[in-house]
């Protein structure tokens, strides 16, 4: 979808730490997000130019520790949002799956800070019993 919406002059770009089938129009980095290798393959390929949209559905393995599994979650959460202060554009969004729980306050605050606005939703395909949540922060302050 990210593809199409941003045609043949646009940049998509996937990273996972898993190997990916093709997308046409998608540009795929295997890699670990929390590397500085991944990290710097990511910026060479965007050769300076602004980020319109970050989306980011990253997740740990699960230890099924919560206190543990929610800090690794809110970790992978906050490099999004480092890495957007550092390349998104003035105008641009960050959409961010995230879990209710220690440290989410925190974050959301973090988001308000970085972002003019921001929007917690929870999907329909999401269970009731499950805490995910997706923060949608746009415009840059």
């Known amino acids: 979808m990210a ?3 941003v045609g043949a002059d646009g ?3 996937a990273v996972d730490l898993l190997e990916m089938e093709p997308i046409a129009g998608v540009a795929f980095i295997q890699g670990d997000f929390r ?3 991944t990290l710097s393959r ?5 050769a300076g130019r602004p980020v319109g949209l970050v989306m980011s559905d990253m997740a740990p393995n699960m230890s099924g520790v919560p206190l543990v599994d929610q800090a690794r979650i809110m970790h ?12 998104l554009q003035p105008q641009g969004a960050f959409l961010v799956k995230v879990f209710q729980g220690t440290d989410y306050e925190a974050f959301l605050r973090s988001m308000r800070e970085a972002f ?7 999907p329909d395909a999401s269970r009731d019993r499950s805490a995910e949540l997706y923060l949608l ?3 840059l302050r």
Do not use: P, Q
């Open 3 to 5: 593809a199409r919406r």
């Open 11 to 13: 940049l998509v770009v």
């Open 35 to 37: 590397e500085d290798g």
């Open 42 to 46: 990511l910026e060479k390929m965007l």
């Open 76 to 87: 992978l959460a906050e490099l999004g949002l480092e890495f957007c202060k550092a390349h």
């Open 116 to 122: 003019r606005t921001v929007v917690v939703r929870k």
């Open 137 to 139: 922060g746009s415009v």
